[in-house]
């Protein structure tokens, strides 16, 4: 991690299997990385697991689409607030991929943490061919979403990821 960046939103990508959990909590201890933080489907955030991912910093996410009348909050804003000033330095874990399958485009509500927060994306990576880990670039968002995207999938279509039967390079 960049000694100089603060709290920031840090994608992990490719996402083809449950093991880049393993390796990413690894690879969090390594770079020094403090209080981070990760998302994870709120149907895991039940005992005995709950406690658990917790203690290594895990946001249950209600992924169940929204309906008419809804109210709740924008996961956007609520992201955004774990990343406001005055609130801790933390490292905000994201897959926008939002599944260990193959997809055809990736979730862009990390990228609008980041602009509504006013944090660099941090782009971390496992490469299983090079046997690597770590932060491969750090994006500024700049409000233009599709240039930036570019530069992101661009960095991540040169990742080698565990299971590349389960990634489409975008």
């Not at 927060?117 to 880990?133: H, M, Q, V, W």
């Amino acid at each position: 991690m960049p000694e100089d960046i603060g709290s920031c939103v840090v994608v992990g990508a490719p996402h083809t299997s449950n093991w880049d959990f393993i390796y990413a909590v690894a690879a969090w201890d390594l770079m020094g990385i403090t209080n981070p933080r990760f998302t994870i489907k709120k149907e895991w955030m039940v005992f005995p697991f709950k406690y658990f991912l917790e203690s290594l910093g895990a946001i249950g996410i209600d992924r169940s689409p929204k309906t008419p009348g809804d109210q709740r909050p924008s996961m956007v804003d609520e992201m955004a607030k774990l990343l406001a000033p005055g609130q801790p330095q933390t490292a905000l874990l994201v897959t926008p991929e939002g599944t260990r399958s193959p997809v055809k485009r990736w979730k862009k509500g990390f990228y609008h943490v980041a602009l509504k927060s006013n944090t660099p994306i941090c782009l971390g990576y496992l490469d299983f061919k090079k046997r690597e880990a770590g932060i491969g670039m750090v994006i500024y968002p700049s409000g233009d979403i599709d240039k930036d995207f570019r530069k992101i999938l661009d960095f991540y279509n040169q990742v080698t990821p565990y299971n590349p039967d389960n990634y489409i390079p975008l």
